[in-house]
């Protein structure tokens, strides 16, 4: 089992910037990706980004590219996405999802962003 625990979520004017945090524990996470998510009414729950635990590889979605940063200290057993220039479209419920390539099975219980224009 993993657990995974975000905070960081908050209220931030449009060009504003956040830091998401997910605390990550539980099993031996040597293979495994931790990715973000983000979930409004519509499209639902979509992909950000994501990072591999073991190599640091990473992965944005095009929304995400340019302006959003994730990252990870091992030593902290925390994932980051740092969030830049935001606007009021990424304004969302924020997940990190735990979970092998082509799998997420493990998730936490999300933080709120809202970004006001």
């Known amino acids: 089992q993993v657990q995974l625990a975000e905070s960081g979520g908050g209220l931030v004017q449009t060009g504003g910037s956040l830091r998401l945090s997910c605390i990550v524990s539980?099993?031996?996470?040597?293979?495994?990706?931790i990715g973000w998510f983000r979930q409004t009414e519509e499209p639902g729950r979509v992909f950000v980004a994501r990072?591999?635990?073991?190599?640091?590889?990473?992965f944005y979605a095009n929304s995400a590219e340019g302006r959003f940063t994730v990252s990870k200290d091992a030593t902290k057993n925390t994932v980051y996405l740092q969030m830049n220039d935001l606007r009021p479209e990424d304004t969302a419920v924020y997940y990190c999802?735990?979970?092998?390539?082509?799998?997420?099975?493990?998730w936490g219980q999300g933080t709120q962003v809202t970004v006001s224009s």
């Open positions: 999802a735990a979970g092998e390539p082509g799998a997420y099975n493990f």
């Open positions: 539980g099993r031996t996470l040597s293979n495994y990706l």
């Open positions: 990072i591999g635990w073991s190599d640091g590889s990473t």
